[in-house]
């Protein structure tokens, strides 16, 4: 079956550095891009950017370009999405998703003092 | 970068109403353009991509329409279950833009 799951949601405080992972499985890791979605409370689906794992090949959205780092180790079947001083704004869910409609469950991402 | 605009923002129709709910991107995107449909506290839901390719396990009142730079998601028998927030989003070229979102109610 072909998944992706998501680490576990994370409370942290501003100015803190995070990192959550999105492994996939049940396919060809490097083969198919994945990209990540933020969904404030209450709100609509933001694209963020997507990352192509068998050459790391990376777009961002203007509006994250900066904010966020998206990378991917190859050897494990695993991306990621990193912020090196999160704010409270940043407190969102967090999806990783292949463009063919594959989901992970969420990593609920609370930032807080 | 291209604007995705979706239409109504919000939406109450009874149970077996046609509804549809429009898509405008604001260049042309060919047919590169899927719907999503989430429902509260849950992880969206491919339901069509390329325009009108209905995706499986989809129940087929769901249809999609479009190409260029408007596109439109009915549903030919609204359902209880199909109370949710629909989303259209682009993917012909990063970034891959989702629609603003149509909240879809039973009257």
């Known amino acids: 079956e072909v998944q992706l799951v998501q680490s576990g949601a994370e409370v942290k405080k501003p100015g803190e550095s995070l990192k959550i992972s999105c492994k996939g499985s049940?396919?060809?890791?490097?083969?198919?891009?994945i990209g990540w979605v933020r969904q404030m409370p209450g709100k609509g689906l933001e694209w963020m950017g997507i990352?192509?794992?068998?050459?790391?090949?990376?777009r961002y959205s203007p509006s994250f370009q900066g904010q966020v780092t998206i990378s991917a180790d190859k050897s494990i079947s695993t991306a990621y999405l990193q912020w090196s001083s999160l704010k409270a704004s940043d407190t969102a869910m967090y999806y990783c998703?292949?463009?063919?409609?594959?989901w992970g469950q969420g990593t609920l991402v609370t930032v807080s003092s | 970068d291209i604007q995705m605009t979706q239409s109504p923002s919000s939406l109450s129709a009874s149970v077996g109403d046609r509804v549809t709910i429009t898509c405008r991107a604001s260049?042309?995107?060919?047919?590169?353009l899927a719907w999503y449909q989430q429902k509260p506290g849950k992880v969206p839901k491919l339901l069509i991509y390329?325009?009108?390719t209905l995706q499986s396990g989809v129940p087929s009142r769901f249809s999609g329409s479009g190409s260029g730079t408007d596109f439109t998601l009915t549903i030919s028998s609204l359902q209880p279950e199909d109370v949710a927030t629909y989303y259209c989003?682009?993917?012909?070229?990063?970034?891959?833009?989702f629609g603003q979102g149509t909240k879809l109610e039973i009257k």
């Open positions: 989003q682009k993917y012909n070229s990063a970034p891959h833009t």
């Open positions: 049940g396919y060809s890791f490097t083969s198919y891009w």
């Open positions: 990352i192509y794992p068998g050459d790391s090949d990376t």
């Open positions: 260049q042309g995107i060919s047919n590169y």
């Open positions: 998703a292949r463009p063919e409609g594959i």
């Open positions: 390329a325009a009108s």
